[in-house]
T-cell receptor, first 114, second 113 residues
Framework: DVKVTQSSRYLVKRTGEKVFLECVQD?????MFWYRQDPGLGLRLIYF???????EKGDIPEGYSVSREKKERFSLILESASTNQTSMYLC?????????????FGSGTQLSVL | GENVGLHLPTLSVQEGDNSIINCAYS??????FIWYKQESGKGPQFIID?????DKRQGQRVTVLLNKTVKHLSLQIAATQPGDSAVYFC????????????FGQGTELSVKP
């Protein structure tokens, strides 16, 4: 089974802090994704990556950046956390040729920015 | 039990009954559809998918039906069990947007014992 592991289940940070959310997948998937999930808004795509050291903006990239130095790891960075970034963050991965098919998700990180 | 689109975000069914969760999509460029299940405190879990060249696909206790004429997708769960209680999302992939998945709001299924 594909395993997508997010480093923290719950995080509490203060406004202005730099926040790192880490995600690791163990199935050698080429594609990795970061979504945020908010009540009434569903899943919204922040950033995605098709390969090491490449990244593409999703629908809501403002206030975020990403890093993919190794194939298995995709990090989401909040340069200066704000209260409107309080949310559930979900990482996902998929096989290369099936880029947008059968995304496998991690358990999520619930981030609270105070 | 059955719901219709986004106007009924919750569905309550009796254990053992069949459940039908509906999803409407608006873009005729969507050519791939997927259903996810999300239990409380967990990430979405893949259930079943279907391509636009198919009308029906069956899995274990689940069936997805696709009606392209009216742009409607449904997930049928047979003999619903308490463990089926979760939020169910449909998602569509639009080939004219590079295949990017667009997720629905979700329907919360509650199974009464």
């Amino acid at each position: 089974d594909v395993k997508v592991t997010q480093s923290s289940r719950y995080l509490v940070k203060r406004t202005g802090e730099k926040v790192f959310l880490e995600c690791v997948q163990d199935m050698d998937h080429e594609n990795m994704f970061w979504y945020r999930q908010d009540p009434g808004l569903g899943l919204r795509l922040i950033y995605f990556s098709y390969d090491v050291k490449m990244k593409e903006k999703g629908d809501i990239p403002e206030g975020y950046s990403v890093s993919r130095e190794k194939k298995e790891r995709f990090s989401l960075i909040l340069e200066s956390a704000s209260t409107n970034q309080t949310s559930m963050y979900l990482c996902a991965s998929s096989l290369g040729s099936q880029r947008w098919e059968k995304l496998f998700f991690g358990s999520g990180t619930q981030l609270s920015v105070l | 039990g059955e719901n219709v689109g986004l106007h009924l975000p919750t569905l309550s069914v009796q254990e053992g009954d069949n459940s039908i969760i509906n999803c409407a999509y608006s873009n005729s460029a969507s050519d791939y559809f997927i259903w996810y299940k999300q239990e409380s405190g967990k990430g979405p879990q893949f259930i079943i998918d279907i391509r636009s060249n198919m009308d029906k696909r069956q899995g274990q206790r689940v069936t997805v039906l696709l009606n392209k004429t009216v742009k409607h997708l449904s997930l049928q769960i047979a003999a619903t069990q308490p463990g089926d209680s979760a939020v169910y999302f449909c998602a569509e992939s639009r080939y004219n947007q590079g295949g990017k998945l667009i997720f629905g709001q979700g329907t919360e299924l509650s199974v009464k014992p």
